[in-house]
């Protein structure tokens, strides 16, 4: 049997009320990915050059520390992995996560939100962070403001 885990890195809650509605027309687990040290308003400043968030998407070797893992990722074939879209790609600390674990013969399916952006080079930077045993497919956006319809269209056109 197919068991499918719904990961989430969310700071402004859009990406969670996404992340939770995929969770639910899939039937899987949900896991919130947890900084060590929760970024701040400041942090999140993007019109600031030495905000926290603006240093780590500098720098493409930054892994930010997770505060929480997930138990018996092993059991889980699918896992659908969602994050905010900052400046054009994922979060670092997404990253941080795909590292984390050996997700070799699962399928790997990245999800963003972003008002505007797209994914941009999103699939380059976090593909790289799998092993080549996973089953990765194309990065997706979706405006905060998605239905469980539109979540279903999207995961029959994945065909999984």
């Known amino acids: 049997?197919?068991?499918?885990?719904?990961?989430?890195?969310?700071?402004?809650?859009?990406?969670?009320?996404?992340?939770?509605?995929?969770?639910?027309?899939?039937g899987g687990d949900i896991y919130q990915?947890?900084?060590?040290?929760?970024?701040?308003?400041?942090?999140?400043?993007?019109t600031?050059?030495?905000?926290?968030?603006?240093?780590?998407m500098k720098d493409k070797n930054s892994r930010p520390k997770i505060a929480n893992s997930v138990e018996h990722i092993e059991q889980y074939d699918t896992v659908f992995v969602g994050f905010p879209i900052w400046w054009y790609i994922a979060p670092t600390i997404i990253n941080t996560f795909l590292e984390s674990y050996d997700?070799?013969?699962?399928?790997v399916?990245?999800?963003?939100?972003?008002?505007?952006s797209d994914v941009g080079e999103t699939d380059k930077w976090l593909h790289g962070s799998c092993s080549e045993q996973t089953k990765w497919c194309p990065a997706k956006r979706f405006p905060s403001n998605t239905s469980a319809e539109t979540l279903k269209k999207w995961i029959e056109e994945l065909n999984l």
Do not use: H
């Open 48 to 56: 600031d050059t030495k905000s926290r968030s603006s240093i780590e």
């Open 33 to 46: 990915i947890q900084p060590a040290v929760a970024y701040t308003d400041a942090d999140l400043d993007w």
């Open 103 to 107: 997700f070799s013969g699962k399928t």
């Open 109 to 116: 399916i990245p999800f963003a939100t972003s008002g505007t």
């Open 1 to 26: 049997m197919n068991k499918t885990l719904v990961a989430y890195f969310s700071c402004s809650g859009v990406t969670q009320k996404l992340a939770k509605t995929l969770a639910s027309v899939v």
